[in-house]
């Protein structure tokens, strides 16, 4: 009875009153810490979200030049003329690698091969369908033979017939479409371009120089 008359009374109904303001108070500041914190989280989100995009776009989604090399070559069947009436007949082998750096299948076809001497073409192969996968690196075995046509007025061909040594370059190109993780198709080409020269009497190649 005491406290209900206190609780009724002017300081009571003052004390009820301070203490309501207070706990409103102290509910307007939790409210207000975590709206503050909301655009912070936001911000926060917005920017590793960002980066892990732009992680993405530079490493999975950069399209990235593909990597040929002449790994070794390999001469069977060689035969040549003399000075007199210069010839020159072999089948080459060409080893190369095709790499693929990228995070999506490089597939060609209609690709094409020369073997030349001295910017004459001597032999050509054509490199039909095939494909490399994300990451990966694809060997390749091409056989070219290679013929002179007997030209008698290759000099030349002649003069280095004479001198055992006979120069010869390889060009090969492959072009293809790239996919890259299944968004990006994109057309890309891949070419070797090499020199080397060929030791008649062993059947052997030296100084192998590649671009």
Excluded at 5 to 17: D, E, M, T, V
Excluded at 37 to 46: E, F, I, N, S
Excluded at 66 to 87: A, C, H, I, M, W
Excluded at 152 to 176: H, N, Q, V, W
Aim: proline share 2%; glycine share 6%.
């Amino acid at each position: 009875m005491t406290e209900e008359l206190y609780a009724n009374s002017p300081s009571g109904l003052h004390l009820r009153r301070d203490l309501e303001f207070a706990a409103l108070k102290r509910e307007q500041k939790r409210r207000a810490a975590r709206s503050s914190k909301c655009p912070v989280c936001v911000l926060a989100a917005m920017v590793i979200l960002s980066i892990i995009l732009l992680i993405f776009a530079l490493t999975v989604l950069r399209i990235r030049n593909l990597d040929v090399k002449l790994t070794s070559v390999t001469f069977k069947n060689l035969r040549y003329g003399g000075e007199q009436s210069p010839s020159f007949n072999a089948t080459m082998v060409l080893e190369m690698t095709i790499k693929n750096m990228n995070f999506g299948q490089f597939e060609f076809e209609n690709g094409v091969a020369y073997v030349k001497h001295r910017g004459v073409t001597f032999g050509k192969k054509n490199i039909g369908h095939g494909f490399v996968d994300a990451r990966e690196t694809m060997k390749l075995n091409l056989t070219v033979d290679v013929r002179s046509n007997n030209k008698p007025s290759d000099t030349d061909l002649s003069s280095d017939i004479g001198s055992g040594m006979l120069e010869l370059s390889s060009f090969a190109k492959f072009r293809g479409t790239l996919r890259s993780v299944k968004i990006i198709e994109k057309i890309k080409s891949a070419e070797l371009n090499c020199t080397m020269t060929l030791n008649l009497a062993s059947g052997t190649s030296k100084d192998l120089r590649c671009k």
